[in-house]
Protein backbone atom coordinates (compact mmCIF):
# COMPACT_ATOMS: atom_id res chain seq x y z
CA UNK A 1 0.00 0.00 0.00
CA UNK A 2 2.75 2.44 0.78
CA UNK A 3 4.50 1.89 -1.81
CA UNK A 4 1.12 2.67 -4.49
CA UNK A 5 0.80 5.76 -2.83
CA UNK A 6 4.29 6.54 -3.45
CA UNK A 7 4.30 5.82 -7.01
CA UNK A 8 0.97 7.35 -7.23
CA UNK A 9 2.22 10.57 -5.74
CA UNK A 10 5.27 10.81 -8.11
CA UNK A 11 2.97 10.09 -10.91
CA UNK A 12 0.67 13.39 -9.72
CA UNK A 13 4.26 15.24 -9.01
CA UNK A 14 5.24 14.65 -13.01
CA UNK A 15 1.60 15.15 -14.72
CA UNK A 16 1.83 18.43 -12.76
CA UNK A 17 5.37 19.11 -13.98
CA UNK A 18 4.18 18.69 -17.82
CA UNK A 19 1.11 19.86 -17.55
CA UNK A 20 3.01 23.07 -16.09
CA UNK A 21 5.69 23.08 -19.12
CA UNK A 22 3.09 22.76 -21.31
CA UNK A 23 1.37 25.89 -20.03
CA UNK A 24 4.69 27.81 -20.38
CA UNK A 25 5.03 29.84 -23.83
CA UNK A 26 6.42 28.09 -26.71
CA UNK A 27 8.52 30.27 -29.01
CA UNK A 28 9.44 27.34 -30.92
CA UNK A 29 5.67 26.42 -32.82
CA UNK A 30 5.03 29.10 -35.76
CA UNK A 31 1.73 30.50 -35.43
CA UNK A 32 -0.07 31.65 -38.60
CA UNK A 33 0.63 35.53 -38.93
CA UNK A 34 -3.09 37.46 -39.03
CA UNK A 35 -3.65 41.06 -38.17
CA UNK A 36 -6.95 42.00 -35.67
CA UNK A 37 -9.19 44.49 -37.51
CA UNK A 38 -11.94 44.74 -34.78
CA UNK A 39 -11.93 43.46 -31.27
CA UNK A 40 -15.08 42.88 -29.51
CA UNK A 41 -16.06 41.45 -26.14
CA UNK A 42 -17.40 38.36 -27.95
CA UNK A 43 -15.76 37.86 -31.16
CA UNK A 44 -13.00 39.70 -33.62
CA UNK A 45 -12.64 39.93 -37.36
CA UNK A 46 -8.82 39.24 -38.52
CA UNK A 47 -7.06 39.83 -42.06
CA UNK A 48 -5.37 36.48 -42.94
CA UNK A 49 -2.47 37.21 -45.91
CA UNK A 50 -2.11 34.00 -47.87
CA UNK A 51 -0.30 31.17 -46.49
CA UNK A 52 0.87 28.06 -47.98
CA UNK A 53 -1.03 24.81 -46.83
CA UNK A 54 -0.99 20.81 -46.74
CA UNK A 55 -4.54 19.64 -46.99
CA UNK A 56 -6.27 16.44 -47.59
CA UNK A 57 -9.60 16.23 -48.41
CA UNK A 58 -11.95 13.57 -46.41
CA UNK A 59 -15.95 12.42 -46.17
CA UNK A 60 -15.68 12.95 -43.13
CA UNK A 61 -19.09 14.72 -41.21
CA UNK A 62 -17.66 14.84 -37.88
CA UNK A 63 -15.25 16.19 -36.14
CA UNK A 64 -13.98 12.58 -34.55
CA UNK A 65 -14.15 11.19 -37.90
CA UNK A 66 -11.93 13.88 -39.51
CA UNK A 67 -8.96 14.62 -36.49
CA UNK A 68 -7.03 11.39 -36.08
CA UNK A 69 -7.24 10.05 -39.72
CA UNK A 70 -6.18 13.59 -41.13
CA UNK A 71 -3.51 14.50 -38.69
CA UNK A 72 -1.90 11.12 -38.99
CA UNK A 73 -2.01 11.30 -42.75
CA UNK A 74 -0.41 15.52 -42.52
CA UNK A 75 1.71 14.76 -40.18
CA UNK A 76 3.31 11.81 -42.35
CA UNK A 77 4.32 14.13 -44.51
CA UNK A 78 5.95 16.83 -42.51
CA UNK A 79 7.70 14.22 -40.32
CA UNK A 80 9.51 12.91 -43.60
CA UNK A 81 7.18 11.45 -45.61
CA UNK A 82 8.14 13.26 -48.67
CA UNK A 83 10.36 13.52 -51.60
CA UNK A 84 13.24 14.27 -50.17
CA UNK A 85 12.54 13.01 -46.59
CA UNK A 86 12.76 16.84 -45.17
CA UNK A 87 11.58 17.27 -41.97
CA UNK A 88 9.00 20.18 -41.29
CA UNK A 89 8.05 22.23 -38.73
CA UNK A 90 4.98 21.86 -37.21
CA UNK A 91 2.60 25.07 -36.51
CA UNK A 92 -0.62 26.11 -35.47
CA UNK A 93 -3.35 26.22 -35.80
CA UNK A 94 -4.49 23.07 -37.45
CA UNK A 95 -7.38 23.79 -39.91
CA UNK A 96 -10.57 22.03 -40.31
CA UNK A 97 -13.16 22.21 -42.46
CA UNK A 98 -16.25 19.84 -41.27
CA UNK A 99 -19.60 19.76 -43.49
CA UNK A 100 -21.78 17.48 -45.44
CA UNK A 101 -20.17 17.60 -48.66
CA UNK A 102 -16.02 17.33 -48.70
CA UNK A 103 -14.89 18.19 -45.34
CA UNK A 104 -10.80 19.07 -45.01
CA UNK A 105 -7.60 19.15 -42.58
CA UNK A 106 -4.83 21.43 -43.47
CA UNK A 107 -1.32 22.23 -41.77
CA UNK A 108 -0.13 25.99 -42.77
CA UNK A 109 3.48 25.27 -43.37
CA UNK A 110 6.29 27.89 -41.72
CA UNK A 111 6.68 30.79 -43.45
CA UNK A 112 9.73 30.01 -45.21
CA UNK A 113 8.44 27.46 -47.51
CA UNK A 114 6.19 28.60 -50.45
CA UNK A 115 4.23 26.12 -53.02
CA UNK A 116 7.59 25.85 -54.87
CA UNK A 117 10.08 24.94 -52.63
CA UNK A 118 8.19 22.19 -50.74
CA UNK A 119 9.38 18.74 -51.45
CA UNK A 120 6.64 16.95 -53.10
CA UNK A 121 4.14 14.91 -50.90
CA UNK A 122 4.60 11.16 -50.89
CA UNK A 123 1.35 10.32 -50.36
CA UNK A 124 -0.99 12.02 -53.51
CA UNK A 125 -4.10 12.56 -50.91
CA UNK A 126 -2.22 14.81 -49.68
CA UNK A 127 -2.01 18.55 -51.49
CA UNK A 128 0.11 21.74 -51.60
CA UNK A 129 -1.95 24.84 -51.98
CA UNK A 130 -1.65 28.60 -51.52
CA UNK A 131 -4.98 30.36 -49.89
CA UNK A 132 -6.12 33.71 -50.46
CA UNK A 133 -6.01 36.67 -48.56
CA UNK A 134 -9.16 36.94 -46.34
CA UNK A 135 -11.57 38.59 -43.44
CA UNK A 136 -12.75 35.90 -41.45
CA UNK A 137 -15.01 36.68 -37.79
CA UNK A 138 -13.41 34.31 -35.04
CA UNK A 139 -15.30 33.32 -31.89
CA UNK A 140 -12.88 31.77 -29.28
CA UNK A 141 -13.31 28.77 -26.69
CA UNK A 142 -11.40 26.60 -24.14
CA UNK A 143 -11.49 22.90 -23.38
CA UNK A 144 -11.11 19.58 -25.87
CA UNK A 145 -12.93 20.54 -28.79
CA UNK A 146 -16.29 18.54 -29.94
CA UNK A 147 -18.84 18.31 -32.18
CA UNK A 148 -21.19 19.87 -29.82
CA UNK A 149 -18.80 22.34 -29.33
CA UNK A 150 -18.41 23.60 -33.04
CA UNK A 151 -22.06 23.18 -33.76
CA UNK A 152 -23.02 25.48 -30.45
CA UNK A 153 -19.85 28.36 -30.88
CA UNK A 154 -20.47 28.27 -34.90
CA UNK A 155 -24.34 28.77 -34.18
CA UNK A 156 -23.20 32.07 -31.83
CA UNK A 157 -20.87 33.29 -34.21
CA UNK A 158 -23.83 33.46 -36.63
CA UNK A 159 -26.06 35.66 -33.97
CA UNK A 160 -23.50 37.79 -33.34
CA UNK A 161 -22.85 38.59 -37.06
CA UNK A 162 -26.41 38.90 -37.68
CA UNK A 163 -26.97 41.66 -35.00
CA UNK A 164 -23.77 43.05 -36.25
CA UNK A 165 -25.04 43.33 -39.61
CA UNK A 166 -21.99 41.36 -40.94
CA UNK A 167 -22.92 39.11 -43.67
CA UNK A 168 -20.38 35.76 -43.97
CA UNK A 169 -20.07 32.81 -46.50
CA UNK A 170 -18.89 30.01 -46.91
CA UNK A 171 -18.61 26.97 -43.79
CA UNK A 172 -17.25 27.69 -40.66
CA UNK A 173 -14.24 26.16 -39.87
CA UNK A 174 -12.23 25.10 -36.67
CA UNK A 175 -9.24 26.12 -35.76
CA UNK A 176 -6.91 24.03 -32.82
CA UNK A 177 -4.03 25.26 -31.61
CA UNK A 178 -2.79 22.24 -28.43
CA UNK A 179 -1.65 19.02 -29.00
CA UNK A 180 -3.83 16.27 -27.57
CA UNK A 181 -1.81 15.65 -24.40
CA UNK A 182 -2.55 19.24 -23.34
CA UNK A 183 -4.60 19.24 -20.69
CA UNK A 184 -5.06 22.87 -19.44
CA UNK A 185 -5.10 26.31 -21.26
CA UNK A 186 -6.50 24.98 -24.54
CA UNK A 187 -7.42 27.17 -27.55
CA UNK A 188 -9.98 26.58 -29.82
CA UNK A 189 -11.52 29.06 -32.55
CA UNK A 190 -14.39 29.35 -35.18
CA UNK A 191 -14.19 31.12 -37.46
CA UNK A 192 -16.01 32.08 -41.18
CA UNK A 193 -15.21 34.34 -43.85
CA UNK A 194 -17.11 37.89 -44.06
CA UNK A 195 -17.49 40.78 -46.71
CA UNK A 196 -15.37 43.22 -44.54
CA UNK A 197 -13.56 44.87 -46.54
CA UNK A 198 -16.70 45.56 -48.72
CA UNK A 199 -19.21 46.79 -46.38
CA UNK A 200 -16.58 48.78 -43.96
CA UNK A 201 -15.48 50.45 -46.97
CA UNK A 202 -11.73 49.84 -46.09
Same mark, same amino acid.
Given at each position: ??????????? %?????????????????????????????????????????????????????????????????????????????????????????? %?????????????????????????????????????????????????????????????????????????????????????????? %?? %?????????
Amino acid at each position: MKTFLIVSAIA %VFIFIIFQSFMLMPSTKTEEQKYTVILQEKDFEIRFYPSATIATIKSNAKTYKELANPGFRKLAGYIFGGNESSTSISMTAPVHMDINDS %VSSMSFVMPSSYTEENLPKPNDPNVLIQKTADEYVAVIKFGGFASDRKLKSYSEKLYTILESKGITSYGHTRYLGYNPPFQLFNRRNEII %VS %VNWKTESGN
